[in-house]
């Protein structure tokens, strides 16, 4: 069966400070991936998603950045964090690329900024 | 394009009760609809999911939702709340060219169930 993991499950950085956040996808190959941010008040808005190795699309101008350096992993980054950046952020991986995929979520990781 | 609304911010029942969270959607194609649940502090569960077939979807934890194209509602029901249903919920629809993508979701602002005992 597929698993996915996030870590760490919490985090609190200071503003400034670079920031790294992983997700790992198991039992299943070529996932599509995606990273969610959650802030109270604000449901989920998609950050990132990618269909392959090196293939990340960005929805929203920000202060973080994605990679995909291996086929089930997916990295959330950012140089200089702001005290926006604040929020839950969820991964997210589905079988295809298709209006009927669901996406099953990662437990999430809670990124508090001070 | 398309979109999702949930009608209600918030919801309360009584333990043992009927559960009703009413989704509305607007779509220019035939939608794939989902309903997904979220415990404080952890990810999103998959309840269940219409993809065009049977327009009554029966998820997990005895939740179901209707798919109404004349309404254009996928509200999710449970005949009688327990205690452990207490928790926020998400009505999603799937989009045809969002970001690019297909298949990218568009989330509600999600509905918090409260249960009383």
């Known amino acids: 069966s597929q698993t996915i993991h996030q870590w760490p499950a919490t985090l609190v950085q200071p503003v400034g400070s670079p920031l790294s956040l992983e997700c790992t996808v198991e039992?299943?190959?070529?996932?599509?991936l995606y990273w969610y941010r959650q802030a109270a008040g604000r449901g989920l808005q998609l950050l990132f998603y990618?269909?392959?190795?090196?293939?990340i699309s960005s929805e929203v101008p920000q202060n973080l950045s994605a990679s995909r350096p291996q086929d089930r992993q997916f990295i959330l980054s950012s140089k200089k964090l702001l005290l926006s950046d604040s929020g839950f952020y969820l991964c997210?991986?589905?079988?295809?690329?298709?209006?009927?995929?669901?996406?099953?979520f990662g437990p999430g990781t809670r990124l508090t900024v001070t | 394009a398309q979109s999702v609304t949930q009608l209600d911010s918030h919801v309360s029942v009584s333990e043992g009760t009927p559960v009703l969270l009413r989704c509305n959607y607007s779509?220019?194609?035939?939608?794939?609809l989902f309903w997904y649940v979220q415990h404080p502090n952890k990810g999103l569960q998959l309840l269940l999911k219409?993809?065009?077939?049977?327009?009554l979807v029966k998820g997990i934890n005895g939740f179901e939702a209707e798919f109404k194209k004349s309404e254009t509602s996928f509200h999710l029901t449970k005949p009688s709340a327990h205690m452990s249903d207490a928790a926020e919920y998400f009505c999603?629809?799937?989009?045809?060219?969002?970001?690019?993508?297909?298949?990218?979701?568009?989330f509600g602002k999600g509905t918090k169930l409260s249960v009383k005992p």
């Open positions: 997210a991986w589905s079988v295809g690329v298709g209006l009927k995929y669901e996406q099953y």
């Open positions: 039992g299943t190959s070529n996932p599509n």
């Open positions: 990618s269909v392959g190795i090196g293939q």
């Open positions: 779509s220019s194609y035939s939608p794939s």
């Open positions: 219409y993809t065009s077939a049977a327009t």
């Open positions: 999603v629809v799937s989009s045809m060219n969002y970001g690019g993508s297909q298949g990218n979701l568009i």
